[in-house]
């Protein structure tokens, strides 16, 4: 999760979904659609980009062996209509829905990765983080995974049935994202090679 910039771009009258989504295809630099504004995000480090890139990879391979859905990198956008937000663009996802061509995909992604960057820390980034992942659900992500390089829960799955109870994978461990992804496995210490 790239922490946001403070700043949105300027408001000069009530843009309509239309408009913002517009806006949106020619942002440069990662963004998404929150309570009316093109929100932009910070890029990220190397850890955060390691670990990101990494559980791509393993994403990939899934799909290769199981052709059921398809593995996205950062900056992916998913368009979604929640009443605050249109938009989504995680670390890492995998998504069931049809191809869009070269347009945003419609609607969210089973798994959704957000991997902490090095200001997502303190007590307003966890109530965004928290926020950002009850949009997920509320959209239809079935999985979420807060990654957390700095912490020993390394990894915190949330699911969609159980928002409120993660399961918590640590160095050592081998995370899943059951029951979005049957049988996708990946060792933990691989987000840090």
Known sequence: MSTIIEKTLPRQREK???????????????????NGEIVEFMATGDEPATAASNILFNLKLYQRENKLGRAYPD????????????????DASFYVGERTGMKFLQGAPIFAVEVRSEN?????????????????????????????????????????????EPRIFRRGETAD?????????????ELFE
């Not at 009850?134 to 969609?160: N, P």
């Open 16 to 34: 309509s979904v239309d408009d913002l989504i517009a806006a949106l295809y020619r942002t440069e630099v990662k963004a998404e659609i929150i």
């Open 75 to 90: 900056n992916t956008g998913f368009l979604v209509n929640l009443p605050h937000r249109k938009s989504f663009s995680p």
């Open 120 to 164: 997502d820390y303190g007590a307003r980034a966890e109530r965004e983080i928290a926020e950002k992942r009850a949009d997920y659900f509320a959209a239809g992500t079935e999985i979420v995974w807060d990654v957390d390089l700095q912490s020993e829960e390394v990894i915190k799955s949330y699911t969609r049935d159980n928002p409120s």
């Open 177 to 189: 994202a059951e029951p979005a992804l049957p049988d996708w496995k990946m060792s933990v210490d």
